[in-house]
């Protein structure tokens, strides 16, 4: 009997190389230096900044580390409310309930995992101070602007949860540059990558000066290094929540490629769409709807089965065949952590979104062969006795 994890010919993720990474990261040990703060971090900060027109964009060492960040930001103070999507990643709440602060869970909308907007006014309490929106697969909420008018009238922060988002825009605005802080994530398996990596934006120049106190653990270094400041001494809390230069050299090349890796991406979505199209027109299951005014990034490729029993049974059958789908959040307000510290309130959609959204393999240098075996064993599975028995 063998113990060893099973080896997918067709993994969910695989990382690559867009073009210089390698060479980059010689450069950076060349140049004798490898901490953080240095001349690849510069550039990625600057394309961040030129190519969206942010205030200002911090590299972190992940987006977790760009979301804790945008707590300690906003300086709250034990018992404040925050309000998110309970479908969410973890790091989207715990860097909140970190700071102390009682995170309420609003519901996803009936079509699209993102929040339905229309449920948080109701959520509102004297305590509340700041809306968190995670952009699901790289595309805002229905009803954006009238959020971002709620959290105004009510004097809120809005913090974007962009770890997936880059190159997104709605009505021509790039997200992350909605809120007054985002995050953005250059996790494996994001479209860009440095391994592990994370990007803060800053769209409240109020916040800036302390932003990057924080980042350099409560040091005032950067300005001390510009020549503002008399003395390197220590002013605030913080933490190192900066990136190695090895990883920013890695980043660095993903960010010069970001073009020819998005047009891939969409090559590679398009390709599912209109192959699994007439598949879906059959009410197997159904595909993520695309919101029309916004521009997407390809970075999942989602179907919604129709119950969790057949979605785990695809799993199990694209397994079978080594092809690893994978679904995606459990529902925060069901967690073993933040169950009992939630209000009890049911989250139906969030709920139905764990128990049937199955993520398909999507990643730079998936070939055409491999995408095609995919597509036929969806085929395949809803030809069994078990996927007809479903079909209508
Ligand atoms: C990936 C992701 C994160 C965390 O980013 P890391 O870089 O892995 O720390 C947070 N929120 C969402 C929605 C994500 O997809």
Not at 112 to 139: E, F, M
Not at 196 to 202: D, F, P, Q, R, Y
Request: glycine share 6%; proline share 5%; aromatic share 12%.
């Amino acid at each position: 009997m063998s113990l060893s994890l099973p080896h997918y010919s067709i993994p969910f993720n695989r990382p690559f190389l867009a073009g210089l990474e390698l060479e980059y990261i010689r450069q950076a040990v060349a140049a004798g230096k490898l901490s953080g703060n240095g001349e690849f971090t510069r550039r990625c900060h600057q394309f961040f900044e030129h190519r969206y027109g942010v205030a200002k964009a911090l590299l972190t060492a992940s987006g977790t580390d760009a979301l804790e960040m945008a707590a300690l930001l906003l300086n709250l103070q034990p018992g404040d409310e925050v309000i998110m999507p309970s479908y969410t990643f973890t790091s989207t709440a715990n860097a909140f309930v970190l700071r102390g602060a009682h995170v309420i869970f609003a519901d996803s909308g009936p079509d699209h995992p993102n929040l339905d907007w229309q449920q948080v006014a109701p959520l509102l309490s004297a305590r509340t101070k700041a809306i968190v929106l995670v952009h699901y697969g790289g595309q805002p909420l229905v009803g954006l602007y009238e959020l971002l008018d709620l959290a105004r009238k009510h004097s809120l922060w809005v913090i974007e949860d962009a770890a997936q988002a880059i190159e997104a825009q709605y009505e021509g605005q790039p997200l992350g540059t909605f809120g007054h802080l985002a995050a953005f994530s250059f996790h494996e398996t994001k479209n860009i990558s440095a391994g592990e990596g994370g990007m803060l934006v800053i769209n409240d120049p109020s916040f800036m000066a302390r932003a990057e106190i924080l980042w350099e653990k409560g040091t005032n270094r950067a300005a001390f290094a510009r020549g503002e400041a008399a003395r390197y001494e220590w002013v605030d809390i913080g933490s190192s929540f900066l990136a190695s230069e090895l990883n920013a050299a890695y980043l660095w090349a993903q960010l010069q490629a970001i073009d020819i890796i998005q047009a891939r991406r969409r090559q590679l979505w398009e390709y599912y769409a209109k192959a699994l199209a007439p598949l879906a027109a059959t009410g197997a299951f159904r595909l993520l709807p695309q919101l029309p005014a916004a521009q997407p990034n390809w970075h999942i490729f989602a179907l919604l089965c129709r119950h969790e029993t057949e979605r785990d049974a695809l799993l199990a059958y694209l397994r079978k065949h080594q092809i690893l789908a994978v679904f995606h959040y459990l529902p925060l307000h069901l967690s073993p952590f933040y169950g009992p510290r939630h209000d009890g309130r049911a989250l139906p959609h969030a709920e139905r979104y764990a128990q049937t959204l199955v993520r398909l393999p999507l990643f730079h240098d998936l070939q055409p062969a491999e995408q095609n075996l995919i597509v036929r064993a969806i085929y395949a599975f809803y030809q069994t006795s078990f996927g007809l028995a479903f079909v209508e």
